[in-house]
């Protein structure tokens, strides 16, 4: 191996009680269940949230634990495929809804995350969530059984601290919560920094890999990177127009519509909010 608070249970309640569009991915899907990727990498699936583990000869590499039932029923689902122990668990990033629940795998596994993590999982509201031992600033690969998976740091975007899980051999990412697929940004942008999320995705977009894998909604692939960038892209840009007019966040709000992405999961809820995340934002950007 070679080094180089969440975003709430309102998240995932949210995601739950939306209205579901029609042909949409989470519509008639069971509450948990495992379904296979690519050869020896599997996607698993709770409530609202999903991430990703990757069998190896050597052990098991888990992302996100989700939650204490999620991670209970993932260590009995591994145990049905596979009887090596799991090695790693990888924290996306800091939110309790993606993290909660690694302490199931406390007896056998180290820890990873970003560097930026680390403190702020140590003041977690969840006291049993074992801190990452192993972290990096800017990449990090783990080679296990045959297995390479690249952690990777792309800037601020959704929180400060996330990473996405590059597989190579696959030409697969796992990336949480700023990539959305054919959805817009979760409510008021909690936790974000548009300008750098923009460069962020920019750089996952030089990225090579065919499947993107998101911690909510429907699997995707590397063109949605662009198509989400392109809507926070002109999401910025028309709040920018009203602020220069000198709107109000209320103006902004009734004025500022994207009929392009009207289709999109989440639009009709999360829009105008979306709209006064980036309000606020610029608003309050140095140099406005």
């Known amino acids: 191996m070679t080094a180089s608070k969440g975003c709430s249970l309102l998240f995932a309640l949210a995601f739950l009680l939306l209205p579901l569009f029609p042909g949409s991915a989470q519509q008639s899907r069971p509450a948990d269940e495992i379904s296979k990727l ?68 406390a007896d056998q596994a180290l820890f990873v995350s970003h560097q930026a993590a680390q403190p702020k999982i140590l003041a977690a509201a969840d006291p049993h969530t074992p801190v990452p031992t192993l972290t990096f600033t800017d990449r990090m690969s783990i080679d296990l059984g045959g297995k390479r998976v690249e952690l990777i740091y792309t800037g601020k975007n959704h929180s400060d601290n996330s990473l996405v899980v590059l597989l190579p051999q696959n030409k697969l990412l796992f990336a949480v919560d700023f990539i959305p697929v054919e959805t817009v940004a979760y409510r008021a942008l909690p936790d974000g920094y548009p300008d750098d999320w923009i460069d962020s995705l920019k750089q996952v977009e030089r990225l090579d890999f065919d499947t993107l894998v998101p911690g909510h909604g429907k699997v995707g692939k590397k063109e949605h990177v662009r198509l989400f960038r392109e809507y926070l892209e002109a999401l910025r840009s028309a709040v920018s127009e009203q602020l220069q007019k000198g709107a109000t966040l209320e103006e902004a709000k009734k004025n500022v519509r994207l009929p392009k992405y009207e289709q999109w999961y989440g639009y009709a809820d999360w829009f105008t909010e979306n709209v006064e995340g980036m309000y606020r934002y610029l608003s309050q950007r140095p140099g406005k």
């Open 38 to 105: 690519a050869e020896d990498v599997y996607l698993f699936r709770h409530q609202s949230h999903q991430a990703i583990f990757i069998v190896t000869s050597e052990g098991v590499i888990v992302t996100d634990p989700i939650s204490l039932d999620a991670a209970t029923w993932l260590k009995m689902e591994i145990a049905k495929i596979t009887d090596q122990p799991v090695r790693y668990v990888i924290y996306s990033h800091h939110h309790n809804d993606h993290i909660t629940g690694g302490s199931v795998f």
